[in-house]
């Protein structure tokens, strides 16, 4: 995995992807219950989202999600687009709000609307099983 860092900024990426075992045989993209993430802006230029293990999403199995967001920021806000989805805290909100998303095969970022570049991306390798 790559990941390259441009200083002053709050925008990141991950890739939501369906499936494949090594072999190429499409796994079930359908979890039993929705995967966990936690997002979080603040308190001052920090910004993350994270699985439940508390690692840093890089790539997910298209899906269902449920995703948890706390804002503690006064100035910035948490903003998650991609393919089918477009949800934001406000950017003078502060509080915890929770989003039950479906994740389709895709790129997603997440930022503060307040800073436009991306502060680091993160790439899906090729050939990723």
Known sequence: MSWRALIGTSVACFT???GLSAAGVAADAHRAAPLKLFGAVGPGLKISLREESAARVS???AGAVT???TDRSRTDN???AGTGVN???GVRFRGTVTWKLTLQAGRYTYRSDRHKA???Q???PAGRA
């Open 16 to 18: 939501a992807a369906t």
């Open 59 to 61: 790539a997910i199995d």
């Open 67 to 69: 995703l948890k967001v």
């Open 78 to 80: 948490f903003h998650l």
């Open 87 to 89: 949800k934001a805290t």
């Open 118 to 120: 991306p502060a680091w």
């Open 122 to 124: 993160l790439h899906r």
